[in-house]
């Protein structure tokens, strides 16, 4: 039932442009540029001299964290307003509509995985090899996450249909997200008084768990994996719930 | 889309012997909510205070359908006709009341819906069949027949936004012929489309029909819903007005919608007032209805001001909002202009070959040259019925032979 919908929500979005999908990879490609050429080129930006992280590249630390957070963002705000531009199927033909945002969650993922595949396969090249461990490790952050933006997708898409101005605020949201998880700049340079107000930021756990996985092949602690795996379950239990309340009156409003 | 039987519930059905009914709808009704403000409703979701109205789209609606049957829905816009097929099929939920169907139902609300412009009609027809629910293998095994159907042969592979809004429906309607539901809905779906196509449509429906599926049409031609259906269903704002067999209900539909346009345009009596000719009653002989065939006699009663003043009459025969069927006038006929005081007139038309419907009559006084309007009046109250036959089609009767070789 959902396949289908992954491959339009992937196709569509650039259907009638010439580059059509290379779209979906060039867009990234040149935000990585644009941070790297900032952070590493212009700010000589480095990892902390004393960190297990010194010697690691900054392009590297970048991305591990950075291409995840793309398909969160792109995953979130398309599902958000996954229901609203479907409404056409909403309200002329008897269907699924949970299907959207949850196909629109997925096809982001799809997309920037092909990205992080990439990544992963020339760090690993790079650094002559990649633990188990560690692809592990990203496979079970990566299934997370999914869980994590299907759930919100599925919350956040009921709601914006009753509520427009979610959109906006959600854009407003993601900025704050983005840049106070450390994604930019490694946790260790964030004064200590500020890491508990960084770790309510919930893709801020994510952040420093794809930066051990990916970079020290380490596994993201038992209490950090567990919160992870509470808040991927917590947010598809409520975007669940919410949307089988709100879905009966989808038609009345939109 | 083909869905299961949405929760069929044991048979706790009304109207007596409904055993065998496909379709049940049983006090259902649809209220919306409506807010002065958008924020009202956040108000009220918040304060728990009441901000809103309640607005019945739909209110105690009771049918039940027979399988094989036709269901026609007629009524003016807003009368809540799409409301009930939207109900029927699954897209709204009920404010109240049930709806039971039994067996796979397809809504055609609006055809093609999912398209996007910038796929090939190839690629739109699996997205809409992806809309509907239909297996990519079911649509493969089908997709020549699909294909020919729609006879776009040769756009196939090129861009939807290439196709003209007719050669869309007929992409969508070409991929829903290949399906066989057993409840079909469609809501004026085949409105659109070159005469041609309709007809493929409407052929196609009755093939539909004759598998024994049911089917439930709403349009606003009360022809076609007199071809198609057995019963039709009249809603006015929202409640059932009538609901029976198909002639009778439209024969009364299309009355109410005379009488309304007469509304309209209500008898510009002052206009007239210093005319010096008056009419003064218009009046049917003929006990009512009439059958076609009758002779059908008007009685004509004028007043005029003067004894020498000549003036001409002109009696029409007239259909709906104000299509003439027939108008003949002292003037048109060739014949002197009337003169006198108080004059009575009886116009007679011998064995009238009006076919059943609801007529009425407007008769005109015009000046010595036909063309100042001293006075004019309408009879609308009673109407001219004449009988429904089962067997014709449109106003009139012409004779005719056929000769079939």
């Known amino acids: ?254 | 889309m083909l869905a299961g039987s949405p929760a069929v519930v044991s048979v706790a059905l009304m109207h007596g012997n409904t055993s065998d009914s496909v379709v049940c709808v049983s006090h259902l009704s649809k209220s919306y909510r409506i807010y002065d403000k958008p924020t009202d409703r956040l108000k009220e979701l918040i304060t728990r205070n009441l901000y809103h109205r309640d607005f019945f789209a739909l209110s105690n609606v009771n049918f039940s359908l027979k399988q094989g049957k036709s269901l026609g829905v007629i009524g003016d816009n807003g009368s809540g006709k799409s409301t009930l097929l939207q109900l029927i099929a699954g897209v709204l939920t009920p404010t109240s009341g049930q709806i039971q169907c039994n067996g796979r139902i397809l809504g055609l609300l609006e055809l093609g819906i999912g398209f996007h412009i910038e796929f090939t009609g190839r690629q739109n027809i699996f997205l809409y069949g992806d809309i509907l629910g239909l297996p990519h293998s079911l649509i493969k095994a089908r997709f020549a027949e699909i294909v020919d159907f729609s006879e776009l042969d040769e756009f196939i592979d090129r861009p939807l936004k290439t196709y003209s809004t007719g050669m869309r429906m007929r992409l969508a309607f070409s991929l829903v012929a290949a399906l066989d539901p057993d409840i079909l809905v469609i809501d004026e779906a085949l409105t659109v489309g070159d005469n041609y196509f309709q007809k493929k449509c409407l052929d196609h429906m009755s093939k539909i029909k004759e598998r024994g599926r049911t089917i439930v049409f709403c349009s606003h031609s009360t022809y076609q819903v007199g071809m198609f259906c057995e019963e039709t269903l009249w809603l006015r704002k929202g409640v059932v007005e009538r609901h029976g067999e198909t002639l009778p209900v439209i024969a009364a539909y299309e009355a109410y919608q005379l009488r309304r346009s007469e509304h309209a345009n209500d008898e510009p009596g002052a206009k007239y007032s210093n005319m010096p000719v008056h009419i003064v009653s218009v009046e049917i002989l003929n006990q009512l209805p009439i059958d076609r065939g009758d002779d059908l006699r008007v009685r004509i009663v004028t007043q005029c001001v003067t004894d020498d003043l000549p003036f001409h009459v002109m009696i029409s025969v007239k259909f709906g909002a104000d299509f003439g069927v027939f108008a003949t006038g002292t003037h048109l006929a060739g014949k002197p202009p009337v003169r006198g005081r108080h004059r009575e007139i009886i116009v007679t038309y011998p064995s009238i070959p009006l076919l059943g419907g609801f007529y009425w009559l407007h008769v005109r006084i015009f000046d010595d040259q036909g063309l100042l309007v001293y006075h004019e009046r309408t009879l609308l109250d009673p109407e001219l019925e004449v009988r429904k036959e089962n067997n014709e089609r449109g106003f009139c009767y012409l004779e005719n032979r056929w000769e079939i070789s």
């Open chain 1, 1 to 254: 039932m959902l396949s289908p919908f992954i491959g339009r929500e992937l196709r569509e979005q650039y259907a009638g442009s010439a580059l059509g999908v290379v779209w979906s990879l060039l867009q990234p490609a040149l935000y990585i540029l644009l941070y790297w050429w900032v952070f590493a080129a212009i700010m000589h930006a480095r990892l902390p001299e004393n960190s297990v992280l010194a010697d690691t590249p900054f392009i590297a630390f970048l991305l591990s964290a950075l291409l995840p957070w793309f398909a969160f963002q792109d995953g979130l705000s398309r599902a958000a307003s996954a229901v609203l531009n479907r409404r056409d199927v909403v309200c002329k033909v008897h269907f699924p509509v949970e299907v959207f945002p949850l196909a629109a969650a997925i096809a982001a993922f799809v997309a920037h995985g092909f990205g992080y595949v990439l990544f992963l396969v020339t760090f690993a090249l790079w650094r002559g090899g990649i633990p188990l461990t560690a692809l592990g490790a990203i496979a079970v952050l990566l299934a997370l996450q999914l869980a994590l933006t299907a759930g919100l997708g599925l919350l956040l898409g009921a709601v914006t249909v009753y509520l427009r101005d979610v959109a906006q605020a959600l854009g407003l949201g993601l900025a704050v997200m983005f840049y106070t998880a450390p994604v930019l700049y490694p946790l260790s340079l964030v004064p200590e008084r500020f890491h508990g107000l960084v770790q309510c930021n919930p893709f801020a756990v994510f952040a420093e768990a794809y930066h051990d996985a990916v970079l020290l092949g380490v596994w993201p602690a038992p209490t950090i994996l567990a919160l992870l795996v509470l808040l991927a379950g917590s947010a598809l239990a409520a975007g669940a719930y919410v949307f089988r309340r709100l879905e009966p009156g989808f038609v009345d409003v939109l």
